[in-house]
């Protein structure tokens, strides 16, 4: 059942609109009709869309691992004042959700002139504390050894951190980096305030955008979510193995 969904989202996206409204339910169209389509490729900004969103995505979440897992091995590895207390804060995290944030961030890129910018999409969606405990997990279980040993060679912290901590855990780096694409590429609220022009908006918001003058068109409403739901899908079907291990952790660190 839980398919059906997205099944009928697609074939109403190939339906004519006469058929869409019309009296009944039909579970496949009678005839093929790609209009719907071909309207959003030629009258929408669905290409700048696509880009903005992958560039986004991108940046969120290579900033979200290299930030994350700099800060777990700090915590993990490194003996300094105040590193229980900041680990608690970053426990406290779970306790505010993002939306409480919304106005502050708002207000904070309203004043950095930041708005309508790739930079304000991005910068308030790097706070991702879930990846600080998951990977400062998989960091307490590499013995401290390997660190003293590199350091004897001559390795610094960022080098011991990028050559030998992140490779030995390569496959929960990647099950998070997925998780991150994913969650940032279907992110709404916040590119939804933070994207006023339809230059800089991504696809969940674009998408907001595809109307007629007449009212909604249906088929292009479904068209529009199909087109924008594909690329996490195809990423999913890929990488399911890495995105249930990267959840499953997820789930278990906030439980």
């Not at 409480?100 to 706070?127: D, E, R, Y």
């Not at 030998?164 to 590119?191: H, K, Q, V």
């Amino acid at each position: 059942m839980a398919i059906f969904p997205v099944y009928w989202a697609v074939v109403t996206s190939f339906k004519s609109e006469t058929e869409v409204i019309a009296s009944g339910i039909a579970l496949w169209p009678s005839r093929i009709n790609t209009e719907a389509y071909e309207h959003i490729w030629t009258n929408t900004n669905i290409g700048i869309w696509y880009i903005n969103s992958f560039v986004t995505s991108a940046l969120i979440t290579a900033g979200v691992i290299v930030s994350s897992a700099g800060c777990a091995y700090a915590l993990s590895q490194l003996d300094f004042p105040g590193r229980r207390l900041i680990y608690v804060l970053i426990l406290a995290c779970f306790m505010v959700p993002m939306q409480a944030l919304i106005i502050n961030h708002f207000v904070l890129m309203a004043q950095l002139k930041l708005l309508n910018s790739w930079a304000g999409i991005i910068l308030p969606q790097l706070i991702v504390p879930v990846t600080i405990i998951v990977y400062k997990q998989f960091f307490d279980n590499v013995p401290r050894e390997f660190r003293e040993a590199a350091q004897m060679d001559g390795a610094g912290h960022f080098k011991t951190l990028f050559r030998i901590y992140l490779p030995m855990n390569w496959g929960i780096t990647s099950a998070l980096a997925i998780i991150t694409f994913i969650g940032a590429w279907n992110s709404f609220l916040w590119p939804f305030l933070a994207a006023t022009g339809e230059a800089t908006m991504t696809v969940p918001v674009g998408i907001t955008q595809v109307k007629d003058a007449y009212g909604i068109v249906y088929a292009r409403q479904m068209a529009s979510a199909v087109m924008a739901g594909l690329p996490v899908a195809v990423l999913y079907l890929i990488f399911q193995r890495r995105v249930t291990q990267a959840i499953m952790l997820s789930a278990g660190v906030k439980g």
